[in-house]
C-alpha cells in the first residue's frame, strides 16, 4: 500500500523533473495498462480486437472514438482521461529536465508530432547547467488577474469562431483543445505576473470560462442551454491546461514568445483534429405497458391528438417537444407528419404492419431545440443538421391478459465531439421525448377504453 502511496503521489506532482530513464519506465507501463483496458472494454462491450494500430491518431479522436456496441465510446473515454492527464504532465516533467521550455509539452496533443515529441524525449539529457533563478513576479494581482483572463476569453473567442465559422465543425478539438490553450494561457499570465497559489490560478481559470460563456450569450453566438452542457467539459480541460501554464510560469519559462508559439502549435492542432464520424448511428429505445390489446392501440399510434403543453423543465427551457402527430393515406408510402414545439417531422412510412409495426423514414426535421437567449429566433450552426434522426419504429407486442408492450426506436447520428459526451445528452433528450409520446398514446387509448 506504502509502495501505491508513493506511486500515486509521483503521478500527481505536475511540477518535478524527471529524467528520461524514469520517463520511459512510467511511459512503457502506463502505455501496457493503457492498451490491457482498452483491449478488454472493446473485447468484452463490443466482441472486437484492439490494436495498437488503433492509437495512431490524436487525443481528441482516441476520446471520440466509436465502436459498434451500446456505450463502449463512453467506458473508452473515462478511462482515457486520466491516461490524458499522466502523459501530458509525466511529458512536460520530462521537458523541463531537458533544459528545453516547458511549452513543448504541448506538443502532446498535436496529432502525429506527439509521437515524435515522446521519442526525443526519451533520449534527451538531462540539463546540469545552473540556470538562471525563476523570475520573482511582483505585479499587481487585480492587474494580472484582468490581463489574464481578458486573453483566456480572447483566444477562445477567436478560435471558436475560426473553427465554427470556416470549418463548420464541432469537434472534439473545439471542446478539448481550446479549453485547453484558454487554461494554459490564462494561467501563465496570470502567474507570469503575480505570484499566485493554486486556489488563486484555480479561480481566475473557472472566471475565464464564466466571462467566457458569457460573452457568447451576449454577443449572439451562442445560447445558454449549449452553454451549460458544454460546461462542464470545458472547464475540466481548461483546468488540466491551468497547471500546465501555471508550472511553466513558475520554471523560469515565463518569455513570452515560446509561449506564443506553443499556443498558436496547439491551437492548430485543435484545429487539425478530425471531425466527428457521422456514419455512426445511435439507437435509443423506450417502451411502455398499456392496457389494452395491440389493435386498440395501433389507430393511436399512427396518428394521436394534441398532447398537453409540458410542465417538464427541460422542455420550458427550449428543449424541442413532440406536440401532435397526423398521417396523410395508408401503409407503406404514407407521410406521417409528427409535429413538435420547433417544427415538423416528415415521416414516409417504410413499413405497415397493422397491430405489430410500424416503421418510417426521417427526411426533414426540425431544430431539437430553441436557444435560451435574450435574443429572438437565435440559431448556431450546430442547431442545423449536427444532429439527425435517420428513422424511427414503433413495436406492438401482445402480452398475457389483453395487455400491450408498445416499444418505440430512434435511430440517430451525431456530429458533435466527443460523441461519448453529448451522447449523454442527446440520448437522455430522445428518451424524455419518448416518454412523452408513449405516456400520451398510453393515456389516450386507456381513456377511450
Known sequence: MRALSDLLTFWMDPATPIGRGTYLRHGLALAAVKYAGDAA??????????TPLDYLGSVYSLLSYRVDGEWVGLALGIWTLPFVWLGVTLTLRRVLDSGR?????????VPYANYLVILLLCFASTDTREGMAPAVPCGSRLRSAILASTAGVAIGIVATVLLVTFREVYSAGLFLGVPFVMGAATAFLFNRGYGASVGETVSVTALTFVVAGLTAVLFATEGVICIMMAFPLATGAGMTGAVVGRTISRHRQNELPPAVFALFVLSAGAAAAPPPDGGVVFEVRSEVEIAAPPEQVWPHVIAFDPIPEPSDALFRLGVAYPQRASISGDGV??????VFSTGAFVEPITAWDPGRRLSFDVVAQPPPLRELSPYRNLSPPHLDGYLRARRGEFRLVALPGGRTRLEGSTWYVLEIGPEMYWRLFSDYFIQRIHRRVLDHIRTEVEGHG
Open 41 to 50: 472494454i472493446v473485447w468484452t462491450m463490443a466482441g472486437r480486437v484492439w
Open 101 to 109: 521550455s516547458g511549452w513543448g509539452a504541448l506538443f502532446f496533443f
Open 333 to 338: 408510402g404514407a407521410i406521417r407528419h409528427c
